[in-house]
């Protein structure tokens, strides 16, 4: 059976003392409010790393935001997988929507960025999505499913193994707009289809998928309700640990 996961994007947010605070509330109130057998995953800046990774117990584990495709060299104020993989960091978030926006990640530099995050032991939690423009003008579903194809379908079906997908329309992400529980559902069995019918059905059934996109505790239940839906990827809620831990607590 595939693994439900829940993550939290941080994003650019917190504080050193407020990132401590908040990865030890979630952990205490995790452990003593969660039965299922979930998976906890908490995306910090890099910059606490190190440090949150010593906080994380349980089925809590601590990801990584972003990483470079290279492994090492002059590349100012970047972080590579193999720094990321030397603190035993388990996760990392690939191809966000705001690094694609905003910094230029296209498919091609994502296929490097997970080949290198694989070669490092880094499990990708890789992000795909459309914009409100493409959702209204285009076949969205075939483009997200290109999203797969370039930047993963090069890879055997032992590494997709490692992968988890995180589905993310960009008009929902923090904009308070949530996908309907059937309008994730159709995207993320439209993917698992994708999936089979490159890698098989086997290797389909095990891909997490999770949905992101203004998951909140009062729509949580719903959405994971879907037998597609794997859990979540969680920006703005990921932020306070009560609405986190009842996201959580919705699966
Ligand atoms: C995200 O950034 O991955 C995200 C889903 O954000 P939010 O939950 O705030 O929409």
């Known amino acids: 059976m595939r693994k439900k996961i829940v993550a939290g994007n941080w994003k650019m947010?917190?504080?050193?003392?407020?990132?401590?605070?908040?990865?030890?509330?979630?952990?205490?109130?995790?452990?003593?409010?969660?039965?299922?057998?979930?998976?906890?995953?908490?995306?910090?800046?890099s910059l606490y790393l190190s440090t949150l990774q010593q906080y994380a117990t349980g089925r809590v584990s601590i990801g990584a935001q972003n990483i470079h495709q290279k492994a090492s060299g002059a590349y100012t104020g970047e972080i590579s997988a193999p720094m990321v993989k030397s603190l035993n960091i388990p996760y990392v978030i690939l191809g966000h929507s705001e690094r694609r926006q905003y910094f230029g990640e296209t498919d091609e530099i994502l296929a490097e960025k997970v080949n290198i995050a694989l070669e490092n032991g880094l499990k990708p939690i890789f992000c795909c999505g459309e914009s409100l423009e493409q959702r209204q003008n285009e076949d969205y579903i075939a483009l997200v499913q290109a999203q797969l194809t370039n930047a993963l379908f090069h890879l055997s079906a032992e590494q997709f193994g490692q992968i988890v997908i995180a589905y993310e329309p960009i008009w929902a992400i923090g904009t308070g707009l949530t996908a309907s529980a059937q309008q994730a559902q159709d995207m993320h069995a439209a993917l698992r289809s994708h999936i089979a019918s490159k890698y098989g059905a086997e290797v389909a059934d095990n891909t997490t998928i999770q949905y992101g996109g203004s998951v909140s505790a009062a729509n949580a239940a719903e959405l994971f309700s879907s037998p597609d839906v794997d859990g979540g990827l969680v920006g703005g809620a990921s932020l306070k640990s009560r609405d986190f831990v009842n996201i959580v607590k919705a699966i």
């Open 13 to 45: 947010n917190k504080t050193a003392e407020e990132a401590v605070a908040l990865t030890s509330e979630i952990v205490h109130m995790i452990a003593d409010e969660v039965t299922s057998d979930v998976e906890v995953v908490l995306c910090v800046p």
